[in-house]
């Protein structure tokens, strides 16, 4: 009877793709991953740097086992591991991703010296007064004036937006990216209801009726939604 292989290893244009059986122990998979890896990196010889992506399947592994699974291929000349994908997160995962797509509402406002911060989308019914400052997670939409300090995306999410009835932030944050409103505007000029987003590395403020086109799925407050 053929022995049900553990590891499989595939070449693709972007260097090697580890997929681990999730239906064998730990420990018998990684004992097969130092073997096929030994061989795999005798058939490569002195090639240069070739990156990893690892597919778990479903199987969870902690921390310290992921910290052993990359020092074990990484252990091996010319092998970096770019990613560790599995179908599996934990509940604490879980509740995370939950709490960061939630959309956060409150009416009042964010005077000099305070600072407001939601884990998720904040939708903001009043005005961020000169000192004060908003941060989210995810996206902020401002029914009234911002002319404080707006920081979106917090975590890292450059897909993330900022709006406002009136966009005058003394300064204007999208994950790690930095900007602020222009000093003047013309005399005279309509103001519409503007938005940042980050373009090609670069925030832009914009009116709002852009988002259309630049993010088509930003659907999340379609519809409303009942607290009651």
């Known amino acids: 009877m053929k022995r049900k292989q553990l590891v499989t290893i595939k070449g693709t244009k972007n260097g090697l793709s580890l997929h681990l059986h999730d239906n064998c122990s730990y420990e018998d998979m990684m004992r097969e991953l130092d073997d096929k890896l030994s061989e795999s990196s005798n ?8 990156t990893v992506n690892v597919e778990l ?28 994908n599995s179908n599996i997160i934990t509940k604490t995962e879980a509740e ?18 305070q600072v407001l911060e939601v884990p998720g989308d904040l939708l903001l019914i009043g ?13 902020i939409y401002i029914m009234g004036s911002l002319k404080g300090i707006a920081h979106a995306g917090v975590n890292g999410n450059e897909k993330a937006i900022v709006t406002a009835s009136v966009m005058k932030p003394t300064q204007l944050r999208i994950s790690g990216l930095i ?9 005279g000029e309509k103001r ?37």
């Open 127 to 139: 005005d961020v007064n000169p000192g004060g400052k908003v941060v989210a997670g995810g996206n």
């Open 179 to 187: 900007t602020r409103s222009p000093d003047e505007y013309p005399v």
């Open 57 to 84: 399947g479903n199987r969870y592994i902690t921390e310290d086992q992921k910290e052993e699974l990359i020092e074990a291929i990484e252990s091996k000349k010319n092998l970096s591991v770019q990613d560790i």
């Open 192 to 228: 519409e209801m503007e938005c940042a987003y980050v373009d090609k590395s670069e925030i832009m403020i914009d009116r709002l009726q852009v988002l259309t086109h630049l993010r088509p799925n930003l659907t999340k407050l379609e519809g409303g939604q009942n607290n009651g």
């Open 43 to 50: 058939m490569h010889g002195e090639k240069q740097n070739i």
């Open 96 to 113: 995370k991703m939950v709490e960061e797509s939630e959309i956060v509402s409150i009416a009042s406002i964010v005077r000099s010296g």
